[in-house]
């Protein structure tokens, strides 16, 4: 308790008129039990064998201190082997998966695999589904991809998903009709650590910047604290309602670890219909997706089928995800991810090449960046998608709370730790009315299930644009205790988190 970042944090979590016990602790490391939240060990995993006739796939993934080539620029991180992204981990839906960790990281890790419906003791959560996996040690996880999509893993540990930490993961439909010639899984990425400074650092220095005193007191907590932070320029009329969109000043933006001096390249053939696999694994970036010289058609989000979409543009948020089916031209284009609201590091760019020409600039602007850009929860689910109609059992209230002044982020009045879980009861469908009482956009993601929008589209992952509501409707058929969080990782790690635990 020496540590002067915790010891402040105590005074301003005090603010708060709460229990002091500092939510935040586990900001000052990278690894750890966060304070406050339930002390439970769990032992080894849980054994789950295959059933008879599950395919086996199995793999291994090696967490350890690993030194990247960013276009000829050197930096120090931790990844999943000896890139970023990690490699691909692939399935069929159905599936049995038997993934080992091995952490070779000077700190504790986990893998979560977000967006998959799976067995909650695999989820990857310390502290509330699993213990930390130490330095040196391995875990297995055991569990059964149920359902077709694009999903990525990560560590839920501290801000380790803002080094390499991340690989993409595609759980293929055993009944997919084959709409598409070639597959581009495309991974967008916002780059700091190795570049001076580590994503630990750039949050003790996002709470230390965040001063000691909240315009409104902590009324904070209730919300408008951020009014202080930025402009809101991003909610006049005719631009995206995302407000102010980020905390972090990121150096570089990757495709597929590659910044757009160095672009990753797709060769394909004038006519091929690509299926792009777009997965946002940024810590603290919303992009705007475009590929130059065509309209995309979106098929998919978050592993769910939607009434297709022509579009020039999507947004796409920290742990969405968006499939889309391009028809290629032929020549050399840029699919460009632009960052939303940052005013240095440039964009991410790579290359679709389907015939002759020189390379864009890096600095390209595709006439489809400012055409018809989609807000992805505005998009109408397939008919296969919707949940079945039903009124809900039980309805709980969700708030998104904090500011950037000080830097302090919670869900239901409190920072993670110290707020109440959300609890549901199996067999129930849940209303979560759920509100961004904040000046700035978070994607909100729920483990172990995924939710209905009113509209009925299915997401795991939705971007809340400032003082956005939602009723998100699920059905409570995955038991186990579960984490609700914002994506943004700096602001889940500052508290903007809580359970959803099922009770009896
Ligand atoms: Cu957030």
Redesign the pocket.
């Known amino acids: 308790m020496t540590n002067p970042l915790l010891s402040r944090r105590t005074l301003l979590v005090g603010g708060l008129g709460l229990a002091s016990v500092g939510a935040l602790s586990a900001c000052t490391s990278s690894g750890g039990n966060k304070a406050g939240m339930p002390s439970r060990t769990f032992g080894a995993p849980s054994s789950v064998s295959p059933s008879a006739g599950q395919k086996v796939v199995e793999a291994s993934l090696t967490a350890r201190p690993a030194t990247l080539d960013l276009a000829g620029r050197q930096v120090s991180t931790w990844a999943y082997g000896e890139a970023a992204p990690g490699p691909l981990v692939r399935a069929t839906a159905g599936d049995f998966l038997r993934v080992t960790l091995d952490n070779q990281l000077p700190a504790d890790t986990t893998i979560h695999w977000h967006g998959i419906r799976l067995r909650n003791s695999a989820d990857g959560v310390p502290g509330l589904t699993q213990d930390p996996v130490k330095p040196g040690a391995k875990y297995v996880y055991e569990f059964t991809a149920p359902d077709p999509g694009t999903y990525f893993f990560h560590p839920h540990v501290g801000v380790q998903l803002d080094r390499a930490l991340y690989a993409p993961m595609v759980i293929d439909d055993p009944a997919d009709p084959g709409r598409y010639d070639a597959e581009w899984i495309v991974v967008l990425d916002d780059w700091i650590d190795g570049t001076g400074t580590t994503p630990d650092d750039v949050l003790k220095k996002l709470i230390a910047d965040g001063g000691t005193t909240s315009p409104g007191g902590m009324g904070g907590m209730g919300g408008m604290g951020g009014m202080d932070h930025g402009s809101m320029g991003g909610m006049s009329m005719g631009t995206p309602p995302w407000g102010d969109a980020g905390d972090v000043q990121y150096p570089l933006f990757l495709i597929n670890g590659k910044p757009a001096t160095d672009p990753d390249v797709l060769t394909a053939t004038p006519g091929q219909k690509v299926r792009l696999r777009v997965i946002n694994a940024a810590s603290d970036t919303i992009f705007t997706v475009a590929l130059g010289g065509h309209r995309m058609t979106i098929t998919e989000t978050d592993g769910h089928a939607v009434q297709p979409a022509e579009v020039d543009a999507f947004y796409i948020g920290m742990g969405e995800r968006y499939d889309a089916i391009v028809t290629v031209k032929d020549g050399v284009f840029p699919l460009v991810a632009r960052p939303f609201g940052k005013t240095s590091g440039g964009q991410a760019v790579a290359l679709l090449r389907t015939g002759s020409g020189a390379a864009p600039d890096p600095g390209v602007t595709p006439a489809e960046l400012s055409g018809q850009v989609l807000i992805g929860s505005q998009l109408q689910p397939a008919e296969s998608s919707r949940l079945p109609n039903k009124s809900p059992d039980a309805t709980v209230d969700l708030s ?1 709370q904090g500011s950037m002044k000080p830097y302090q ?1 919670g869900i239901n009045g409190a920072p993670f730790g110290q707020n109440e879980p959300l609890t549901v009861k199996a067999g129930q469908r849940l209303r979560i009315n759920a509100t961004n009482m904040t000046m ?4 909100l993601h729920l483990h172990g299930h995924t939710f209905a929008l009113p509209s009925g589209l299915r997401k795991d992952t939705v971007l809340m644009a400032p003082m956005q509501s939602f009723a998100i409707d699920l059905d409570a058929d995955n038991a186990g205790d579960w984490m609700i969080h ?3 990782i700096y ?2 790690e500052a508290g ?1 988190m809580i359970a959803l635990n099922y009770v009896a």
């Open positions: 998104l982020w700035m956009t978070h994607p914002c994506h943004n602001h889940a903007m």
